[in-house]
């Protein structure tokens, strides 16, 4: 199973991502975390020095640059999966498509340079309002977590995504351990079936 945490950013996908690992491991299963972008590799870097102002790449180069740093995984991906290990991801292929649609992409076409990526078992958004996110965190925010504008259309487009079957959409602007329980009862039975 490939789990994937979606939101806004101090949406509590890093903290309920990490609980349920604890979770999983404790039901005896091998958990892979997984937290995207990663700014450790190449393209992680490049990405990195973008989000700080140091690159001025287009909206069309960003997406491609988040797609080809989750790329970068893909042969660990796939042989984790096959090998039966549960993948918790913190931001994955929802992201370029939230993101993209909000800076005016198509989201067809976002989804298209995504086909070889194995898609995610269960997408669950932590839903929060960009005037949270802000709240949440102050100072150190990137050229996205600044914008409100663009963060408004990033949640309605995560929002209509999460109209999905295989999403989960849970009210980030509750308490963590609500939040947590909620995260528990839509996967911990997924789980067990699989």
């Known amino acids: 199973m490939l789990i994937a945490f979606e939101g806004l950013d101090q949406s509590g996908k890093e903290t309920q991502a ?4 604890a979770r999983i491991e404790h039901a005896g299963r091998k958990v892979r975390p997984l937290s995207f972008p990663d700014y450790e590799t190449p393209v992680g870097r490049e ?3 973008a ?3 140091e690159r001025d790449f287009t909206p069309e180069v960003m997406q491609l640059l ?8 893909r042969q660990k991906i796939e042989m984790w999966l096959s090998s039966g290990d549960v993948i918790v991801c913190d931001r994955y292929r929802a ?3 939230a993101y993209g649609e909000a800076q005016g992409l198509d989201g067809a076409w976002l989804n ?3 086909q070889f990526l194995p898609p995610a078992s269960v997408t669950i958004l932590l ?3 960009p005037e949270t996110a802000v709240l949440r965190k102050s100072a150190g925010r990137d050229r996205y977590e600044r914008d409100l504008s663009l963060l408004t259309r990033v949640r309605e487009s995560y929002r209509r995504q999460a109209e999905r079957p295989d999403w989960v959409l849970i009210n980030g602007e509750a308490s963590k351990d609500e939040v947590r329980a909620a995260v528990d009862a839509a996967i911990l039975p997924k789980l067990a079936e699989a």
């Not at 990490?18 to 690992?21: A, E, G, Q, S, V």
């Open 127 to 129: 839903d929060i309002a």
């Open 66 to 73: 988040y797609v080809a740093n989750r790329c970068e995984y």
């Open 95 to 97: 992201s370029s498509v």
């Open 112 to 114: 298209s340079i995504q």
């Open 47 to 49: 990405i990195a020095q």
């Open 18 to 21: 990490k609980h349920l690992r």
């Open 51 to 53: 989000l700080a102002g």
